[in-house]
């Protein structure tokens, strides 16, 4: 219980923080959050700024349907962007440059084989895994995955996490 109590805390605290400067900004701010999260930077607010979106939509202070179709774009521009790099940079890179980022030839057949396996299930789901959030889109395309099956399976994903965390924020504002 006492775990519950310190989110909904701490869930409070970051859309007080945020909700002045998405109401100042709109959607747009959501919008970059999102396409600088889904990019790469890893420390970019954008989950807390689509709950801070979707708090405001409760309101009537956004109009919850843009909320929505701009985090979709966000997010999923965001991973084809990062695929794009991922697949331009290509595991020929990562081979010569990994050890210093920690990626050994041992860990790129493993992610390689895994991703061969699991990859669109890795894609749908991969967003509500924090920093795999952030770096699918580079690990993708670094391991060749298909694009035809990222492309769905990101927009699909895009869909999943920002309904449910947009959602979550819209539900918050109703109580």
Partial sequence: MQLLTAIHQDLQ???????????????????GGLLAESAGVVFAPGETLLIAAG?????????????????ILATSLGWFGAYYLGSWLGISWLRRHGRWIGVTPNRLQKTHAFLEKYGPIVVLFGRFVVPLRQLQGYISGSAESSFKQF????????????????GAGYIFGLL
Wanted: hydrophobic share 60%; no cysteine.
């Fill in 13 to 31: 605290n970051s859309v007080r923080t945020l909700a002045p400067v998405v109401k100042q900004y709109g959607v747009w701010i959501v919008f």
């Fill in 151 to 166: 492309y769905l399976w990101n927009i699909l994903g895009a869909a999943l996490w920002v309904g449910f965390w947009g």
């Fill in 55 to 71: 708090f405001l939509a409760s309101e009537g202070a956004l109009n919850p349907l843009w909320v929505l179709m701009l985090g």
